[in-house]
C-alpha cells in the first residue's frame, strides 16, 4: 500500500490518490472507487474518482512543480494550485454557476477537490464538431462582469482591493504570459512553434516595428495595470459546457490585471475558430457556424458591459464612479484593451509554443496555411485598429471580409 506522508509534497498516482481521498473522509472505502488520471493541460495531474456503489464522483487537481509540455527544466511554484482555488472561490462568491464547486484543498499537495464536469464537454471541442450553445454569450458575459468589478477598486475602494491582490501574486506564471505572449512570437525565440512554409509572414511580423511597439505597450499594461482579478487564461479550452450549462475552469493564472486581458483571450479564441471554420466546416453549416461565432462575440460583449455599467451604477465606492460618464470611460478603455490583447493572443496561438486544435487540426495543408497567414493579419488588424473600431461590430465586420 502507498502511505501519503504528512506535509510533504510528492505527485499523486492513479493509487496514492485514493490512500489520500480515503484519509481525508473524501471516499469510505478505496476498493469501491475507480480513478483516472486525464490531464491533457500542460501543468497539471487531473483524477477523476468515482464511487462504484453510489455513482457519484469527484475530480482531483494537483499542481506539478514544472511544466508538463516542457519537463522538469521549467521549474514552477506549488503555490498556483492555491491561487487557482481561492480564484474558484472568488468567483463563486457572486456566479456560483458558472464554476465548479470546490469540495476541499490541500495547499501541502498542491492539491484541489472539486466537482465533476464529465458531463460537460471542452467548449473548443464543441465548437469544432459544429455545435452551437445558446447560452454561452449571456454565461461568459455575466462571468467577466460579476468577477471584473467584484475585484475592482471600483467595487472594493483601494484598501480591501489591495489587501485581496497580495493573495493572487503569480509570478511563476505571470512570467509565462509574458514571454509567452508578449515576447517571444515577436522575435526568433526558442520557444516558437511554427511550420516553415509561414517563415515568410513570421518574419515580416518581426520586422514589423510599428507592430512591435504596440505590442511592448501592451505588455507595459499588462505588467503594471492591476485593475483587478483576472482569470489570466480564459480561451476556449477553459470552458466546460452542456446546452443549458457553463462552468469556466482553471484559472491558476490569477493575478490581479488589467480587465480587458480575459475579454480579448476569449475573443481571441472566439475568432480563432471562426478562422478555422473557413477552412473546416462543410458548406452546408459553414455559415450557420460563422454567423454564430460572430453573434456570439457581439453578445458577449453586449452582456459584459450592460452587466458591468448596472454593477459601476449601482455599487460603485465613490459618489462620483457611480455615474453614466465615468462607466462610459471605463467600459471604453476596457473595450481598447480588450481588442489589443485578442491580437496578441491571436498571434501567439500561431507562432508560439501552445497552439489550438482550431487551425492545427485542418488537415488540408493549403488550408490551414492560409488559416494561419489570416490569423497574424487578424492579430495585427486587432492590434492597430483598438483605438479606431468603437464597437464589436467593427470587428465581426473585418471577419466577415474574410468569410468563404
Same mark, same amino acid.
Given at each position: 500500500?502507498?502511505?501519503?506522508?504528512?506535509?510533504?509534497?510528492?505527485?499523486?498516482?492513479?493509487?496514492?490518490?485514493?490512500?489520500?481521498?480515503?484519509?481525508?473522509?473524501?471516499?469510505?472505502?478505496?476498493?469501491?472507487?475507480?480513478?483516472?488520471?486525464?490531464?491533457?493541460?500542460?501543468?497539471?495531474?487531473?483524477?477523476?474518482?468515482?464511487?462504484?456503489?453510489?455513482?457519484?464522483?469527484?475530480?482531483?487537481?494537483?499542481?506539478?512543480?514544472?511544466?508538463?509540455?516542457?519537463?522538469?527544466?521549467?521549474?514552477? *511554484?506549488?503555490?498556483?494550485?492555491?491561487?487557482?482555488?481561492?480564484?474558484?472561490?472568488?468567483?463563486?462568491?457572486?456566479?456560483?454557476?458558472?464554476? #465548479?464547486?470546490?469540495?476541499?484543498?490541500?495547499?501541502?499537495?498542491?492539491?484541489?477537490?472539486?466537482?465533476?464536469?464529465?458531463?460537460?464537454?471542452?467548449?473548443?471541442?464543441?465548437?469544432?464538431?459544429?455545435?452551437?450553445?445558446?447560452?454561452? *454569450?449571456?454565461?461568459?458575459?455575466?462571468?467577466?462582469?460579476?468577477?471584473?468589478?467584484?475585484?475592482?477598486?471600483?467595487?472594493?475602494?483601494?484598501?480591501?482591493?489591495?489587501?485581496?491582490?497580495?493573495?493572487?501574486?503569480?509570478?511563476?506564471?505571470?512570467?509565462?504570459?509574458?514571454?509567452?505572449?508578449?515576447?517571444? #512570437?515577436? !522575435?526568433?525565440?526558442?520557444?516558437?512553434?511554427?511550420?516553415?512554409?509561414?517563415?515568410?509572414?513570421?518574419?515580416?511580423?518581426?520586422?514589423?516595428?510599428?507592430?512591435?511597439?504596440?505590442?511592448?505597450?501592451?505588455?507595459?499594461?499588462?505588467?503594471?495595470?492591476?485593475?483587478?482579478?483576472?482569470?489570466?487564461?480564459?480561451?476556449?479550452? %477553459?470552458?466546460?459546457?452542456?446546452?443549458?450549462?457553463?462552468?469556466?475552469?482553471? #484559472?491558476?493564472?490569477?493575478?490581479?490585471?488589467?480587465?480587458?486581458?480575459?475579454?480579448?483571450?476569449?475573443?481571441?479564441?472566439?475568432?480563432?475558430?471562426?478562422?478555422?471554420? !473557413?477552412?473546416?466546416?462543410?458548406?452546408?453549416?459553414?455559415?450557420?457556424?460563422?454567423?454564430?461565432?460572430?453573434?456570439?462575440?457581439?453578445?458577449?460583449?453586449?452582456?459584459?458591459?450592460?452587466?458591468?455599467?448596472?454593477?459601476?451604477?449601482?455599487?460603485?465606492?465613490?459618489?462620483?464612479?457611480?455615474?453614466?460618464?465615468?462607466?462610459?470611460?471605463?467600459?471604453?478603455?476596457?473595450? !481598447?484593451?480588450?481588442?489589443?490583447?485578442?491580437?496578441?493572443?491571436?498571434?501567439?496561438?500561431?507562432?508560439?509554443?501552445?497552439?489550438?486544435?482550431?487551425?492545427?487540426?485542418?488537415?488540408?495543408?493549403?488550408?490551414?496555411?492560409?488559416?494561419?497567414?489570416?490569423?497574424?493579419?487578424?492579430?495585427?488588424?486587432?492590434?492597430?485598429?483598438?483605438?479606431?473600431?468603437? %464597437?464589436?461590430?467593427?470587428?465581426?465586420?473585418?471577419?466577415?471580409?474574410?468569410?468563404?
Amino acid at each position: 500500500m502507498t502511505n501519503v506522508r504528512e506535509h510533504v509534497y510528492e505527485p499523486f498516482t492513479e493509487q496514492s490518490v485514493l490512500v489520500y481521498l480515503e484519509k481525508k473522509g473524501l471516499i469510505t472505502d478505496k476498493e469501491q472507487v475507480t480513478c483516472k488520471e486525464v490531464g491533457d493541460g500542460n501543468l497539471n495531474y487531473v483524477f477523476i474518482v468515482k464511487d462504484l456503489q453510489t455513482d457519484k464522483s469527484l475530480v482531483v487537481k494537483q499542481a506539478l512543480p514544472y511544466a508538463k509540455v516542457v519537463g522538469e527544466s521549467w521549474p514552477l *511554484s506549488l503555490d498556483r494550485a492555491r491561487i487557482e482555488r481561492q480564484a474558484l472561490q472568488e468567483a463563486a462568491k457572486y456566479v456560483p454557476t458558472l464554476v #465548479p464547486e470546490v469540495f476541499d484543498y490541500d495547499d501541502d499537495y498542491a492539491v484541489t477537490v472539486m466537482e465533476d464536469l464529465s458531463d460537460h464537454v471542452i467548449l473548443r471541442k464543441g465548437l469544432l464538431e459544429g455545435n452551437l450553445y445558446p447560452h454561452i *454569450s449571456e454565461h461568459i458575459g455575466t462571468y467577466l462582469a460579476e468577477n471584473l468589478f467584484n475585484a475592482s477598486d471600483e467595487a472594493l475602494g483601494p484598501i480591501e482591493k489591495k489587501k485581496l491582490a497580495r493573495q493572487f501574486v503569480n509570478p511563476d506564471l505571470c512570467d509565462i504570459t509574458e514571454k509567452l505572449v508578449f515576447t517571444d #512570437p515577436y !522575435q526568433n525565440a526558442e520557444s516558437n512553434s511554427y511550420p516553415e512554409n509561414l517563415q515568410e509572414a513570421v518574419e515580416s511580423l518581426w520586422q514589423d516595428d510599428r507592430l512591435i511597439f504596440e505590442v511592448a505597450k501592451l505588455k507595459k499594461q499588462f505588467l503594471t495595470e492591476g485593475e483587478t482579478l483576472l482569470h489570466g487564461d480564459l480561451h476556449t479550452g %477553459s470552458v466546460f459546457v452542456t446546452e443549458e450549462s457553463t462552468k469556466v475552469i482553471d #484559472p491558476e493564472f490569477a493575478f490581479y490585471g488589467p480587465a480587458g486581458f480575459d475579454i480579448g483571450a476569449f475573443i481571441a479564441n472566439l475568432t480563432l475558430n471562426y478562422i478555422a471554420q !473557413q477552412e473546416r466546416a462543410d458548406e452546408s453549416n459553414r455559415h450557420e457556424i460563422s454567423d454564430y461565432l460572430l453573434e456570439t462575440i457581439e453578445q458577449t460583449w453586449a452582456v459584459f458591459e450592460k452587466r458591468y455599467r448596472e454593477l459601476l451604477l449601482e455599487k460603485g465606492f465613490e459618489e462620483r464612479q457611480r455615474t453614466d460618464q465615468y462607466a462610459d470611460y471605463v467600459l471604453e478603455k476596457i473595450w !481598447q484593451d480588450t481588442l489589443g490583447f485578442a491580437g496578441c493572443k491571436t498571434i501567439r496561438r500561431i507562432i508560439g509554443l501552445a497552439h489550438v486544435e482550431d487551425i492545427d487540426g485542418i488537415e488540408d495543408e493549403t488550408g490551414r496555411l492560409q488559416a494561419q497567414q489570416r490569423a497574424i493579419e487578424t492579430g495585427r488588424s486587432l492590434i492597430f485598429n483598438r483605438s479606431v473600431w468603437r %464597437s464589436p461590430k467593427s470587428l465581426t465586420a473585418y471577419l466577415k471580409g474574410l468569410a468563404k
